[in-house]
Structure formats: C-alpha cells, structure tokens
C-alpha cells in the first residue's frame, strides 16, 4: 500500500481512446492498492490551437490572459478522465491547479511552484478516490490563474510528488524509458532501467525531451524516485533516482548528441572584466541561446571567445554582434557551420580521470576530427563534423560497452 | 458616468471576428464615460463539442466533471476577449465565474447563484478597467466549479447588474430585440421599443429564446432595467423595466406562436386528490414537459384531463401513460397531434376582461376553431389546427393594432 503520483503527457491523453487507456492504466494501479494522484496534460494539440486563436487576436497577447487561456486545455482533460473512471467504476474526483492548492509565483507564463496547499487532495485520497489533477497550472497569490512554462506538467507532478512524500513518481510518455543514446539512430541503443538525477539531466536531449530538466532538477531536490515509462507498452521503464542507490559498475551511462551546431569566434576581445559578461548578456537578450563556451587569452591585452550555437540563430548572432561592435570592442568574426555536438554522460566518471581521454583516442582513432571541448563532472562534450556525428556515437556506444551490457547500473 | 453590464451570447463571440466585433462595441460603451462589466458565453459550438467529447467518454457522464468540462467553453472567450480589448489599448482584465465571487448552490449541472462576493470587480472597476466575466458559471462552498444551467450567462449578467446595482444591463443578442410577433412569418411585426418584465416573460418565445426566463425573474426580482440588442447592428432594442414606468395604451403587447403541439386526453380517471400529481409527477419524472393543462370533471366519480405537449413526446408519454396505467387508474387516451398554440400576451389585459372573448371573436371570424384554452393574468392561449397557426397570429396582430402602431408602450 503506497503513494503513487502519475503523470500523463499530451500524446497519452491526445484522443478519447488514448484517455479511455489512460484511465486503466490507472486503475491498474490503484487495484494493486495503492493511493494514486493523477496529473495530465492538455490532450494533443490543443495548446497549439488555443495560441493559434491568441495569435490571431492580438499580436502580443497578454500573458495573464494567456495563462487563462491555455489552462482550459488541462482542465478538459482532467475532466473526461475522471468522467472516465468514474464511468468504469472507480470514484474519482478531478482539480484544477487552484484547487489543488498549487500557489506559484505572481508571474505569468513561466511561474515557479511556492508552495502546495495538499490540504484537499490527502483528504480525497483519505476518502478513497483517485485525484486527478491539471499539470502546468496554479494559481498566484492574487488569485489569479499562472502556468510553469514548458515541462509544467512534468513538475506539478513531481512537486506534488514530493509535498505528498509518494513513494514514486511515473513519467508516462510516448517512449519506452531512457535509452544509452538515440534508437532512432544506432541499432543496439539500449534502455537504461535506471540513471542519476544529474545524468538524466545531462541526457535530457536523448528520447526527445522525455522528461523536463526543471522536474527533473525539482526531484532531485526533494528526492523524488522517478520512473520514465510507456503509456501504451506495459514493459518497465527507466527509474531516476538518487546515486547513492545505484552501482558504479558503468562509467558512461550514455550518449547524447546533437546536430545542426554552428562554432562562432568573436576575435581580439579587451582583456577586460565586463567582456565576457557584455557579450552573453547582449546575445540573451536577443533571445540567442549559447552552448558550450570556451575561452583563450592568446595575450595580455586581447582575448578569442568561441562558442556554439544553433545554426539557425547564426544570422541573427552575427547581426546582434555587429550592431554592439563599437560596445564590445573586437576585432573580427570567425564562424564554422556544419557541426555536431557529441557527449558522454555518466556519474562515474567524477572519480575516473581517463574518460575524457578515453573519449579522445576513441575519436582520434575513428580519424574525428574534435573542435570544442566542454566538461562537467558527469559529461565530456565534443564539438565535430556533423558528417562523423552518428560515426563517433557508434564508436563511443561501443568503446564504454554500452552495446550489449547489462543495463541496470 | 454610469455602469453599464453587457451580455454576449455564443454566436455574437463565435469566431474571431466577432469577439473583434464585440470588442469594439465595449469600447463603445466605456467611451461614453461607463463603468462597463462584460459577461460572455461560450463560443458558438464549443459547448456542443464538449458535451459530445464527454459522451464519447461515458453515457452518463459525472454532473461535477461536466461542469468541470463545459466551463472551459467560457473561460476561453474571457481571454480572448480581453486579449482583443488590451490590443485595441483599453485596460481590461477577465475572470472567470469563481474569481468574480460568483458563489452558487452545491449542485452541478443547474445550480442558482446564493450570492456575488463582488469585491474584486469593483476593485478593478475603481482601477479603470474593463472587466470581463465568464458566464454560466460559479463556484460551491466546498471549491468545486458549478453551471447554472440553461440561460446561465443571462443569470450571470443579470445577477451581477443587481449586485452592483448597474444603471442597465445590456443582452446583445443575435436579434435587433422583442417583436410584436415573430418577424419571420408576419411581415408587418414591429419591435416593441419597451415591456414589462411580465410580458417578456410570457413572450419568450419570440425571438428564439432571446433572453432566459430565469434571468428575466431575477432581473423582475431586482429591479434591473434590462435591454435586448442586436450585437451586429447598431439600433436601438427593445428596453425591459418595471409595468409601473410605462404607460399601458396598447392592450395586447404582442402574440407568440409556437407549432407542433399534439394534444393528450386521460379518460375516465378517478377524481381523488392524487391523480394529478401523480401524472404529473410521472410524466415530468420521464423529462415529458407538460405545457397547458384542463381538467373538467364529467361526473362525480371520475374526470377528463387534457394537456398539451411537443409532438416528438408523444411516443414517449403514451408509453409512460401505458406503463403506469394500473397506479393512474384511467380508462383510455386520446390524442390530437398537428396542433399549434397562439397566445396574445399584455399586462393591459389585467385591467381589460373583454380581451379573451375578442380575441375568441377574431379567431371565430376567421373559422378558426379553438381547440384548447388557457388564461393567466396577462396572457390568454389557444390551441389551433397548426394550418390555421398563421392565419390566427396575422389576425390578432391586426385585430389588436399591433402593426403600424407606435411600439412604445
């Protein structure tokens, strides 16, 4: 007899029958006895239908009115699966994010949790029911409605995970779980059955945004066990949880990769100490994310800046760098496109110096070519050719013995 | 500077250009130097898509989950809406039935609103804005989110030009506002330019249902001077006030119609105390809506009931008849279908008892024979042969000088 937080993602609830599985899916999991809480997200594409119709209101719609808009879409969706229940015979009872007690910020359109009132869902759990409960919602302390921005529903599950101390949290989605890097793309990929919290973040571009960094982030801090898993495959997933629970028998645990990485250079930057913080912070506020950045004093007086960014973005950047020349003082530009970037992840590696090295040889005797290289304790990252990207991941795979290998850590 | 509660219904928001539309005929109002609240509904066939998604669902689905369900129609159009007005530059802010204290009996599916806790309107009415509230809804003493039923948005706007004591409450409706008769089928229908609470109640059915009779009591109740107006055109409607504020030189204010009736007749039924209730009771109890009803005892023992009903009920009621024949107790059924009933409706004819027997004389001089008779204190009812139906309203309507006479009253 447990606690167990469910969360159900827009392509699980997408249509009727996909809410009528859904539902037996819970009920699977309240008749093996346990307490369930149930958090879903707005069915399919209705929040794509709901800004398309803002968009042609009003060029800029007004972010409360906005959060007021897109969370009818998780309230339909609590509502027809909970008539779904109750329908196959299970008492249910259905909760906008206010009425769930999910206080955020006074902010709209990317509010973070304060605090959860859990007042009336223990007391609807104590009366036996299955609670359903609207992801990506809450409500600000003027009362008015907010949502947490991408990945909501991932952390209203996780949050309320967390305040109700459940003894597990499952991330139901369109994939089987977290795999060794993307089966889409190497045939002997493999699923993980369990990975840290940080090397989940860290892999979090594997599976397509499987699951959101910031809930990801959120049980971590409250020590959430977690379990990626598929809505419609009955098969085990994969379990996120605390390292110390975890064997250290497999170095890398994964490996993620990324194209369409273009290199940008700014050349013969001042040495000084704003040149750094005037570059980014001219770049974000042109919306222009950056990756993996790298410095390298070539004198005392003048410095090279690399970074990487989407290939998309590079027009824009090399326009938002132009217009600031006369502010920022350098030299030249210098870009290179046609990149990707390639990473290893595993929390092992925070006590085994050789991995980045490893990883080196590995791609040097594949003739690939590195670029940039970025390091964190549980992640090496490789900038290279976009043509040698699923080349380098293959050999990778295989070099940490991530083909065939046990999976459980 | 007054204020001024106006009311949208869900073809007059049904699709972005209309909720343009609307936006401009707020701003309209608040130009004018107005407080203005707006109640909306939701947009054209949303509520029917809702409902059909739920049945797909169950066939009975949760009357709290239903509530849950529809309510999101309105929220929408509050967003919308307000996204629409702060686009054209007018301060505004939406709410939805609980955040503008709209506090309801704990029913679902028809619940009637106990009170408006209107702190937060007047809050934001004192701030210079436009305040837009979802109609239909409310919230329960325990939090649950409640409807009001059929003609709720009515209700709403009414209900909240009551509490805060608005000059006028403004319904925007897809008619330019109450006829004589339906415009439809008698050419020279005018639009009455004023009638009594009373009158429009009896006249409900001019017009399509253009305004809920519930919200017509209630508005009766509180003294609130409504007026009916088109959403698209820009004349003058028809005001509803107090009798006392109008003068009474038109006796008959208009003449309502309304086509397959099918009249039944219970034979022989016993004359105790019970057996019309309990007819009644049976009836209503199968959702069979009863409208003019006759009893005349034939003799001591036993008596004759006549009531008139939809013509698609007929099936139904003789079967529920034939059901429950041993508890009533009757000795046969009879039935008339392809029936009509045309009523002359004016709070004059209070004071004036000729009017029935004129209004049997017109019909009489136009071999129109009166199958059925019903009398309330302002309207007097006949059921026709439905051939005879627009023959009977062109008569009366000339009869009563309801054509070409000054239609204030």
New interface residues.
């Given amino acids: 007899m447990g606690l167990i937080v469910q969360k159900f993602g827009g392509t699980s609830v997408g249509s009727?029958e996909r809410?009528?599985n859904v539902a037996e899916r819970v009920i699977e999991e309240k008749e093996r006895g346990n307490d369930v809480v149930v958090v879903v997200s707005a069915m399919g594409k209705t929040t794509d239908k709901?800004v398309s119709?803002?968009k042609?209101?009003?060029?800029?719609?007004?972010k409360?009115?906005?959060d007021?808009?897109l969370?009818?879409g998780e309230?339909?969706t609590?509502?027809?699966l909970?008539?779904?229940l109750?329908?196959k015979g299970h008492d249910a009872?259905?909760f906008?994010g206010w009425?769930a007690g999910i206080q955020t910020e006074s902010i709209h359109g990317n509010a973070r949790i304060l605090n959860i009132d859990s007042t009336?869902i223990k007391s609807e759990l104590d009366n036996g029911r299955i609670v359903v409960v609207a992801g990506f919602q809450g409500i600000t302390e003027d009362?008015?409605?907010s949502t947490l921005g991408r990945g909501g529903s991932d952390t209203t599950a996780v949050a309320i995970a967390a305040t109700l101390k459940a003894d597990k949290c499952d991330i139901y989605t369109d994939v089987t779980g977290v795999y060794t890097t993307d089966p889409r793309y190497v045939k002997d990929a493999r699923k993980l059955l369990a990975v840290s919290y940080d090397e989940m973040l860290e892999l979090a571009n594997l599976g397509a945004g499987v699951l959101h960094p910031r809930a990801v982030e959120f049980a971590k801090n409250y020590s959430v066990p977690l379990e990626v898993r598929s809505s419609m495959e009955r098969e085990v997933g994969t379990m996120i949880e605390e390292e110390v629970r975890m064997e250290q028998n497999l170095v890398v645990r994964g490996v993620a990769f990324e194209d369409d990485i273009t290199r940008v250079s700014v050349l013969g930057l001042p040495n000084s100490l704003t040149s750094l913080s005037t570059i980014f912070t001219t770049l974000a506020s042109n919306h222009i994310n950056v990756d993996i950045i790298i410095q390298s004093s070539t004198n005392e007086n003048t410095t090279n800046l690399s970074f990487s960014i989407k290939s998309d973005d590079l027009n824009e950047t090399i326009k938002v760098l132009g217009d600031n020349k006369s502010k920022l003082n350098y030299i030249g530009i210098e870009s290179e496109s046609g990149l990707a970037k390639v990473s290893i992840v595993g929390s092992g590696m925070i006590s085994n110096p050789g991995v980045a090295a490893e990883m080196f040889e590995v791609l040097a005797g594949n003739d690939i070519q590195v670029k940039m290289v970025s390091t964190s304790e549980i992640k090496v990252s490789t900038v290279v050719e976009e043509g040698n990207m699923i080349r380098a991941v293959e050999a990778l795979h295989q070099a940490f013995h991530l083909a065939g290998t046990p999976v459980k850590a």
């Fill in positions: 009727v809410i009528l709901l119709l803002a042609d209101i009003s060029s800029n719609p007004n409360r009115e906005m007021m808009l969370t009818t309230q339909i609590i509502s027809l909970t008539m779904a109750l329908q009872i259905s906008t009425q009336r009362d008015a409605i």
